[in-house]
Each structure stands twice: as structure tokens, then as C-alpha cells.
């Protein structure tokens, strides 16, 4: 399983921006949903490796957050709140926020794994994420516009898309190259795999079909 825990950088300067992200964290499909763990920190469990992904992507975008990844198990039954859920997962995530916290100027996440085997594709898929978030971080708000336009009407053409933007085709066209829309794509598929393989490899299934005690 992957814990996800995230704690917001400068909060003294910039407010509690905790129910924001909790917003934007609603549409992703969890084990344990997304809340808030104590102060300005935000947890939950996940099963999906590309949902991770997805999320990391997303909350990256915020540039508001430290985010840490721990892969694991967990105690079973599962609570009905990750704030009183335990496990490896629990801890390995623990780890790798703080680290994240002392990462400089890096793209501030990690991902720790709770088993030895594992490590080298923890580090992997970290390192491919942070590189997506290189990627991610340096977008415009304009090019934003363009690449929201794109994931909101999958199926509309570029010249559609220019159309609703009222801008030409060839903008748009240049958009996706200078945002590095492939990229990302091919980016976020390897760090699904590698994350994929460091989970299989602590021995729990993603596919498991873990709900909450009742």
C-alpha cells in the first residue's frame, strides 16, 4: 500500500491552506481519504500506484507542499481515518516527508520504502518524479490554460481547443511542446511502474481489495 503524507511549506507566511488542498484532493480515489493528520499536514492511504502519481503531479502544481511516499504494509483492520491507521507504509512516509523538508531547492518529495529489497525502485520512482515535477513547477499560467483545456475535452481538437481559448492553432501546437505535455505523460507512466514494482516487492498487491473495518 502507499501513504501519502504532505505538510505545507511556509505556514506562518502564507495561512492554513490545508482545506484548499483538501478541495482539490477530493475526485482521487483513496483507501483512506485525504485529511487532514495534525497542523498543517494532509494523509491518506492508497492502493493505486498511478493515482499516486496523479497526486504528486497535482499537488506539485501547488508549490505549497512537502511530499512524502511510503510503501508498506499496513495493520489490518483499517481504521475508518488514516490518523489512526499504523503500518510500515505509516512510517516510511513519515521518513520521507521529513526528508523532503530538507531537500533545498530540489523538488521536495521522496519516497521511502519500508523493505531493503525495495529501496532501489523507491529511489527510482522518486527520481522520475522529481523530474516530472521540474516539469510540472515551471509551467506558466498560460500554458496551464492550454494543457487544463486539453484534459477537460480529451477528444477536441487542437484547432477546437485554440477555437475556445481564442488563440491560433499553432500556439497551442507550441504550448504543448514548451510545456512538455509528452513528456509528462511518458514521465508519469515510468513512475507508476517503478512504484508498481517497489510495492510488489514488500509483497502487498496493489489490486487487493483492502476496504475499512466496519
Same mark, same amino acid.
Given at each position: 500500500m502507499f501513504v501519502l503524507t504532505m505538510d505545507q511549506r511556509g505556514s506562518r507566511t502564507? =495561512?492554513? !491552506?490545508?482545506?484548499?488542498?483538501?478541495?482539490?484532493l477530493t475526485p482521487?480515489? +483513496?483507501?483512506?481519504?485525504?485529511? !487532514?493528520?495534525? =497542523?498543517?499536514e494532509v494523509q491518506a492511504l492508497l492502493e493505486k500506484p498511478?493515482?499516486?502519481?496523479?497526486?504528486?503531479?497535482?499537488?506539485?502544481?501547488?508549490?505549497?507542499?512537502y511530499i512524502g511516499i511510503g510503501i508498506g504494509e499496513v495493520e489490518l483492520p $483499517?481504521?475508518?481515518?488514516?490518523?489512526a491507521a499504523a503500518g510500515d507504509a505509516f512510517i516510511a512516509a513519515r521518513e520521507a516527508v521529513e526528508a523532503a523538508k530538507k531537500s533545498g531547492e530540489r523538488v521536495p518529495?521522496?519516497?521511502?520504502? #519500508? $523493505?531493503?529489497? &525495495? +529501496?532501489?525502485? #523507491? +529511489? #527510482?520512482a522518486e527520481a522520475v518524479l522529481v523530474l516530472l515535477g521540474d516539469v510540472v513547477r515551471r !509551467? &506558466?499560467?498560460?500554458?496551464w490554460r492550454v494543457l487544463d483545456a486539453l484534459d477537460a475535452h480529451p477528444d477536441a481538437s487542437q484547432r477546437d481547443i @485554440? =477555437?475556445? $481559448?481564442?488563440?491560433?492553432?499553432?500556439?497551442?501546437?507550441? +504550448?504543448?511542446? !514548451? @510545456? =512538455?505535455r509528452q513528456e509528462?505523460?511518458?514521465?508519469?507512466?515510468? @513512475?507508476? $511502474?517503478?512504484l508498481q514494482t517497489a510495492n510488489n516487492t514488500t509483497g502487498i498487491s496493489p489490486a487487493q481489495n483492502v476496504g475499512p473495518a466496519s
Open positions: 502564507q =495561512g492554513d !491552506r490545508v482545506p484548499q488542498l483538501l478541495d482539490i482521487f480515489q +483513496t483507501v483512506l481519504s485525504f485529511e !487532514r493528520s495534525v =497542523g498543517d498511478e493515482i499516486v502519481v496523479e497526486v504528486v503531479c497535482r499537488v506539485l502544481r501547488e508549490k505549497d507542499w $483499517l481504521p475508518q481515518s488514516s490518523r518529495v521522496q519516497v521511502r520504502s #519500508a $523493505l531493503h529489497e &525495495s +529501496t532501489p525502485w #523507491a +529511489t #527510482a !509551467r &506558466s499560467v498560460a500554458e @485554440a =477555437g475556445q $481559448l481564442k488563440i491560433t492553432p499553432q500556439a497551442v501546437s507550441k +504550448t504543448i511542446f !514548451r @510545456a =512538455g509528462e505523460k511518458q514521465g508519469r507512466h515510468a @513512475a507508476t $511502474l517503478l
